[in-house]
């Protein structure tokens, strides 16, 4: 992509070229936006990218959807916007450590979870059996969409018109080697370091709140989690540095031991793969057959262990799967009823659909250029629901099944 030649006022670039480790991707070498833009004269693209996620409406969105619990539960636990700032704390803290290209890690991690529906995998799991005989729902793809269209704030293009190696994390990241979505992606090679090592980051830092979110809302006791090998040696270490600490201030220790314990493991065991299998630069880590950023082998099975336990004893919590049945019902019907009623819907969600104008009252607005209709009214109204908070997925529920002079 066009870089400005002049070095003196390009900070970004200095910087990149001082800073990066060889491998590291340098927004240099991006290989650029949808729609071409001017370069920015003291913002590199990355940097860019990062802002522009932070200000886009499904960003701000994640203060009110459920990571594990409903956002609306209490104060105290993690939704999914904490749990991206958690995610892109820790990212850049070992990406620096690394040399990596730490915008460009931010601005994954910002991004990572901006696809997820209300209500967590319950959310995603209800819209996907809706929308089964179209193609389904995955969050990746539905973040990348929301990026790509759907995002509404710039009169030049449609969404945010992130660089390539962003948007092409969203694809790496749901594991799909096929489809559609995928074809533009299919020649980039293996994941960046940057987007490997958001993907570990991801899950240290779930399986870490999510034990703490657990125990704060006694789901789980701490002799319960005795039995988990990686709580208890963490356990111990934490009872040798600071013998008699218990209740909160032992609970809030071990948690923090634990989230250090993996981040150190992460960073000793990359820099061990990276002598092992030599790289030098940005082709071999496209070349890689193995992944490149990740936990020993030892904290891994650990690791798989204590999920295991979450699985068993948190997220099957009869108190969580209460949530989540609550969540999907109320997906499935308002589903159900924009589809039988589409003039329902908020006239900038209808005219997405090419059927808008066979809805009496439809005004007829021209669609917003560069972007594309979507035929089928399903996707549009899965689209819909894709955005919502918990909260007003909650509150749309009611105006539409309960008598209410609410509007
Ligand atoms: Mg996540």
């Known amino acids: 992509m066009a870089v400005a030649t002049t070095l003196s006022v390009d900070a970004w670039l200095l910087h990149e070229e001082a800073w990066l480790a060889p491998y590291a991707m340098s927004a240099q070498k991006s290989r650029g936006r949808r729609h071409p833009e001017p370069p920015h004269s003291y913002r590199g693209p990355f940097q860019r990218d990062r802002e522009r996620i932070v200000h886009s409406s499904a960003f701000r969105r994640m203060t009110g959807k459920t990571q594990v619990l409903v956002a609306s539960v209490n104060d105290h636990h993690r939704t999914r916007l904490t749990h991206t700032l958690e995610v892109t704390q820790v990212a850049r803290t070992v990406a620096r450590r690394l040399r990596l290209n730490e915008d460009l890690t931010e601005a994954i991690a910002l991004a990572h979870d901006i696809g997820h529906p209300p209500f967590g995998h319950a959310g995603e799991q209800a819209l ?45 990241h749901s594991r799909l080697r096929s489809g559609p979505e995928y074809e533009e992606f299919a020649t980039a090679g293996a994941p960046l370091l940057e987007a490997q090592l958001v993907d570990v980051v991801d899950s240290i830092a779930y399986d870490t709140h999510d034990i703490d979110d657990a125990l704060g809302l006694g789901f789980i006791s701490l002799d319960e989690l005795n039995e988990v090998e990686l709580w208890a040696t963490t356990a111990d270490r934490v009872r040798h540095r600071h013998p008699g600490l218990s209740g909160h201030a032992f609970r809030t220790a071990v948690v923090r031991e634990l989230l250090a314990r993996q981040v150190t493991d992460l960073i000793e065991d990359t820099v061990r793969r990276w002598d092992q299998f030599p790289i030098r630069n940005g082709d071999d880590v496209r070349l890689a057959t193995e992944p490149l950023v990740g936990l020993s082998s030892e904290l891994e099975n650990q690791k798989l262990a204590l999920e295991h336990f979450l699985r068993e004893r948190v997220y099957r919590h009869h108190r969580v799967l209460r949530m989540t049945a609550n969540g999907k019902r109320i997906l499935r019907a308002l589903f159900a009823e924009y589809i039988s009623a589409p003039e329902l819907l908020p006239e900038r969600h209808l005219r997405r659909w090419a059927g808008a104008d066979r809805v009496a009252g439809y005004r007829s607005g021209s669609p917003l250029p560069g972007r594309q209709q979507i035929p089928e009214l399903e996707r549009v109204v899965g689209d819909y629901l894709a955005g919502m908070t918990d909260r007003f997925a909650q509150q749309e529920y009611r105006r539409l099944f309960y008598p209410s002079i609410d509007l």
Do not use: K, M, S
């Open 128 to 172: 996907d059996d809706c929308l089964a005989a179209f193609g389904g729902f995955n969050h990746n793809l539905y973040g990348l969409r929301r990026v790509d269209e759907l995002e509404e704030r710039y009169p030049e293009f449609p969404g945010l018109n992130l660089t390539y190696e962003i948007r092409e994390a969203f694809v790496g």
